[in-house]
């Protein structure tokens, strides 16, 4: 019986930490399904239309609408996929917004607005007796019932007194200094971590009690921790030590001590920024969501997925605009991200001078799309005596294709060449196989590297196995 010279398989492993790996790079491959199977996860898609005219900088879910929060614009849905402009906020830029007590609640210079989640604005309900607009404010709904806003070193607050009502003055105090941390210190977001409040910052995370005039100690001290989540008592976060040239790293702390949980590959992230510096893997404040197991994080060059349970790391997607080439012009940016189940999501992101919000779900199209992938390493085939010739490929399926499946294989010599097509195995060719075959003879070989795409109109095809043979 001939045996595979290759066997490209274990797609649960997802990203490898090295080039040389099993999979260097992994793009919107839905890996957890099943172990050892690899299916195509949904594809970002538009769904705002023309009406973004600014960057989704949040996202935020409240009882019955979606609200898409830029600096300038507020766009509302009621489904997640048909998306309008909501007026009538106060003026000003927006820096930052969240749902709180059933309001929307956002946050000017110095004034604060709520939005009733149906049809009313209270326009600066409140304002703060000092203006601050130098960066971003987070704004935090934390388990202890306050409201808490991130005005760069200094916390402060909005506390429930009576059932909260934005024109009633009664129903709330505001603490306009609840805690001022080191100068030069600015707060990114904020989490809960047991009973303490967590303030993520430009120079580290602080924890707080709540309650003391001063903080602890602050973990992780020399890294720019923008966003994070508290699952099962334990903070992830995300950091970076240089927005240029620093590494991009999933950490996690129980509030005394951290620890790396996984470095983003710099390999994995080519894309470039108006500045020509690498765009790391950096998530803005509202660019993070937990669903499923998984912590799923905005940036530049894609969503980033890592399951917290099985350590897998993978590009889920890239949005509506595709996977943009390395340095190409005009420069992504994304912006929030908000669950609306298990398993999609919305994304915002700007383009240059066009705007959208994203979600997913599968197109159903006819025609079949390529763009989910996985690169393998690098093999060496060839030895001291000669060169190797591929003449067979075997395509292992879990499940048989149906009228949107497909699986495409590529090849290139070494990883600065081009993907040159060894061929394509769809519903039309073999239609109710489990076992595909694609002959093609590829000679002269020492290194390859190979390219498995799988459509992701659907999510039709399950890729089990695919089997190198030589001649």
């Not at 239309?49 to 849905?77: E, H, P």
């Not at 996929?81 to 007026?87: A, G, Q």
């Not at 209270?122 to 005005?151: E, Q």
């Not at 994203?358 to 690098?378: C, E, F, H, R, W």
Request: hydrophobic content about 35%; glycine content about 10%.
């Amino acid at each position: 019986m001939k045996k595979p010279i290759i066997t490209i398989k274990n797609w649960n492993d997802g990203i490898s930490n090295s080039p040389l790996g099993l999979f260097p790079k992994m793009v919107g491959m839905d890996v957890d399904y099943l172990s050892g199977v690899a299916r195509p996860n949904p594809k970002l898609q538009k769904v705002s239309g023309t009406v973004m005219t600014k960057l989704a900088n949040w996202i935020i879910r409240g009882n019955t609408n979606y609200f898409g929060v830029c600096d300038l614009q507020i766009a509302k849905s009621t489904d997640a996929s048909t998306w309008t402009d909501l007026t009538s906020f106060g003026a000003g830029a927006i820096l930052g917004g969240a749902f709180w007590k059933g309001f929307l609640i956002i946050t000017h210079a110095a004034n604060v607005d709520a939005f009733d989640d149906n049809a009313t604005w209270s326009n600066a309900f409140t304002t703060f007796a000092t203006s601050y607009s130098t960066t971003n404010v987070p704004v935090f709904p934390s388990a202890d019932g306050k409201l808490y806003f991130g005005r760069g070193n200094v916390v402060a607050s909005l506390t429930e007194v009576t059932t909260f009502a934005p024109g009633t003055g009664g129903s709330f105090t505001r603490t306009d200094t609840a805690l001022t941390l080191p100068t030069g210190v600015i707060i990114q977001d904020f989490e809960d971590l047991g009973s303490d409040l967590v303030i993520m910052t430009n120079k580290g995370v602080y924890t707080w009690d709540r309650e003391s005039a001063t903080y602890n100690i602050p973990i992780d001290a020399g890294a720019s921790v923008r966003c994070g989540k508290t699952i099962n008592n334990i903070l992830y976060y995300i950091s970076s030590r240089s927005t240029n040239t620093g590494v991009t790293s999933l950490n996690a702390t129980n509030g005394s001590t951290a620890k790396l949980i996984k470095e983003i590959p710099g390999y994995v992230i080519d894309y470039k920024n108006s500045a020509g510096y690498g765009a790391y893997a950096i998530p803005k404040q509202g660019g993070l969501i937990y669903q499923n197991n998984k912590l799923k994080f905005a940036t530049n060059f894609g969503v980033f997925s890592y399951d917290i349970i099985k350590g897998t790391l993978v590009i889920d997607g890239f949005s509506s605009n595709g996977e943009l080439a390395n340095g190409a012009s005009p420069y992504l940016t994304t912006g929030g991200m908000c669950a609306v189940d298990d398993t999609n999501y919305l994304l915002g992101w700007q383009l240059n001078t066009t705007y959208g919000i994203d979600k997913t779900s599968y197109p159903n199209s006819a025609t079949l799309s390529y763009t989910a992938y996985a690169d393998t390493g690098v093999y060496t085939i060839g030895t001291e005596y000669g060169n190797r010739t591929i003449g067979e490929c075997e395509i292992v399926l879990y499940k048989p294709l149906t009228t949107r499946g497909g699986v495409k294989l590529q090849y290139r010599t070494n990883t600065d060449a081009s993907w040159t097509d060894i061929g394509e195995v769809s519903y039309s060719t073999h239609p109710n196989k489990l076992i595909a075959k694609i002959t093609k003879t590829i000679p002269d070989l020492v290194n390859v590297q190979f390219r498995v795409l799988i459509d992701t109109n659907s999510n039709a095809t399950h890729l089990k196995d695919i089997n190198i043979y030589g001649q």
